[in-house]
């Protein structure tokens, strides 16, 4: 069975603030049903007087080697300084250091601001930026770290432990967006209840910041569960998926970096990994993500009894026993939360008959 919209029936959680309008488009016009919570957005610095210290500090320095981790704060930090004064110092001290970026998105910032870079990360990580200069040599530099928003203490002690002086300048930080504190909450919900099929993350801190209030409401760990089941995590890239790493959960991460190719990787994995087609005695059925169709007829499950359905699509045919059926509820089980769940599958489903009753036995698909 095919549709017009690969997206048709899944329900996908956004989590980015800036460009979130455009990724929610592109997913709404492949027929997903998005849930928009914003965690974490980027506010520049503004008139800063630590931004204009620590910028004088870098150009009096003159640093050895200077390391660009993201094109919005290459460009917030040289919009910065040409409203201090201090542009054409600034551009005069970068020309002198040894320029290396993190990624294209950054190489492009510095070439834009008429610089050149001597080397990029393999892996776009501040890391692999990092593994060249201690590779060359560190011992009795100076280098001079933008930093993207929240100090990336590691990376830091690594260079200053080989013996290198780190100057850092911190040109936009990350701040909770208006309404966090209850769109949040309610995303955590969503992911612990498996009312999500995806999750897309587009930074690092914003991984960070759902941890944290999955933490103060108590939920972490069913979270984490989730993750690890029912509910897929995507990352934009490998510094945005380190921390879902560092906490058990195993994201899909697209091979390119972008927010194009993200798009694609979700709509590709649920496609081959959450579709699921089969022939029955009332005809041909297919499951995409919260949604059951039946000859035309398209229902939306919610997460018990979408759960108790592919658990007896699942078993094609053969008889699941009710303790079966409870162990595959997302949630509480026991026979009356398997009574309810069932009661809503079948008041719920194109036809009902599709689940057969099998007397003092369980259920069975009606095939």
């Given at each position: 069975?095919?549709?017009?919209?690969?997206?048709?029936?899944?329900?996908?959680?956004?989590?980015?603030?800036?460009?979130?309008?455009?990724?929610?488009?592109?997913?709404?016009?492949?027929?997903?049903?998005?849930?928009?919570?914003?965690?974490?957005?980027?506010?520049?610095?503004?008139?800063?007087?630590?931004?204009?210290?620590?910028?004088?500090?870098?150009?009096?320095?003159?640093?050895?080697?200077?390391?660009?981790?993201?094109?919005?704060?290459?460009?917030?930090?040289?919009?910065?300084?040409?409203?201090?004064?201090?542009?054409?110092?600034?551009?005069?001290?970068?020309?002198?250091?040894?320029?290396?970026?993190?990624?294209?998105?950054?190489?492009?910032?510095?070439?834009?601001?008429?610089?050149?870079?001597?080397?990029?990360?393999?892996?776009?990580?501040?890391?692999?930026?990092?593994?060249?200069?201690?590779?060359?040599?560190?011992?009795?530099?100076?280098?001079?770290?933008?930093?993207?928003?929240y100090t990336d203490g590691p990376q830091l002690e690594r260079l200053r432990a080989a013996g290198a002086t780190v100057l850092t300048v911190t040109p936009y930080r990350w701040v909770k967006p208006e309404g966090a504190e209850t769109k949040v909450p309610r995303l955590v919900d969503a992911i612990c209840n498996?009312?999500?099929?995806?999750?897309?993350?587009?930074?690092?801190?914003?991984?960070?910041?759902?941890?944290?209030?999955?933490?103060?409401?108590?939920?972490?760990?069913?979270?984490?569960?989730?993750?690890?089941?029912?509910?897929?995590?995507?990352?934009?890239?490998?510094?945005?998926?380190?921390?879902?790493?560092?906490?058990?959960?195993?994201?899909?991460?697209?091979?390119?970096?972008?927010?194009?190719?993200?798009?694609?990787?979700?709509?590709?994995?649920?496609?081959?990994?959450?579709?699921?087609?089969?022939?029955?005695?009332?005809?041909?059925?297919?499951?995409?993500?919260?949604?059951?169709?039946?000859?035309?007829?398209?229902?939306?499950?919610?997460?018990?009894?979408?759960?108790?359905?592919?658990?007896?699509?699942?078993?094609?045919?053969?008889?699941?026993?009710?303790?079966?059926?409870?162990?595959?509820?997302?949630?509480?089980?026991?026979?009356?939360?398997?009574?309810?769940?069932?009661?809503?599958?079948?008041?719920?489903?194109?036809?009902?008959?599709?689940?057969?009753?099998?007397?003092?036995?369980?259920?069975?698909?009606?095939?």
């Amino acid at each position: 069975m095919t549709s017009r919209s690969p997206l048709a029936g899944f329900r996908v959680g956004v989590t980015s603030d800036r460009r979130s309008g455009d990724l929610i488009d592109a997913l709404e016009r492949r027929g997903a049903t998005v849930m928009h919570a914003p965690i974490m957005m980027i506010v520049p610095v503004g008139e800063d007087d630590e931004l204009t210290r620590d910028t004088a500090a870098i150009i009096d320095a003159v640093p050895d080697a200077t390391l660009i981790t993201t094109a919005y704060g290459m460009r917030r930090w040289s919009e910065a300084a040409d409203a201090c004064g201090l542009g054409e110092d600034l551009m005069e001290a970068l020309a002198a250091s040894r320029i290396f970026v993190r990624g294209p998105k950054a190489r492009g910032a510095v070439r834009a601001a008429g610089l050149d870079d001597v080397g990029i990360g393999a892996d776009e990580r501040t890391a692999s930026m990092v593994d060249m200069l201690l590779a060359e040599g560190v011992d009795g530099l100076s280098v001079a770290v933008q930093l993207h928003g929240y100090t990336d203490g590691p990376q830091l002690e690594r260079l200053r432990a080989a013996g290198a002086t780190v100057l850092t300048v911190t040109p936009y930080r990350w701040v909770k967006p208006e309404g966090a504190e209850t769109k949040v909450p309610r995303l955590v919900d969503a992911i612990c209840n498996r009312q999500l099929d995806v999750v897309t993350f587009t930074s690092a801190p914003a991984v960070e910041a759902l941890f944290t209030t999955a933490t103060e409401l108590g939920r972490f760990e069913a979270l984490v569960e989730s993750f690890g089941s029912d509910v897929v995590a995507a990352a934009v890239g490998p510094v945005t998926a380190q921390p879902l790493i560092s906490a058990g959960i195993e994201p899909i991460v697209p091979n390119r970096f972008r927010m194009g190719a993200l798009i694609r990787l979700v709509e590709e994995h649920l496609s081959t990994h959450q579709v699921l087609g089969f022939e029955t005695a009332l005809g041909e059925v297919e499951i995409r993500g919260h949604s059951v169709t039946l000859a035309g007829r398209q229902a939306l499950l919610s997460p018990a009894p979408m759960a108790i359905f592919r658990a007896l699509a699942d078993a094609g045919g053969a008889v699941l026993s009710r303790h079966e059926l409870c162990q595959r509820l997302p949630e509480a089980s026991g026979t009356h939360a398997l009574d309810m769940a069932m009661s809503r599958l079948r008041q719920n489903l194109p036809d009902p008959e599709l689940i057969t009753t099998v007397v003092k036995r369980g259920y069975r698909l009606n095939v």
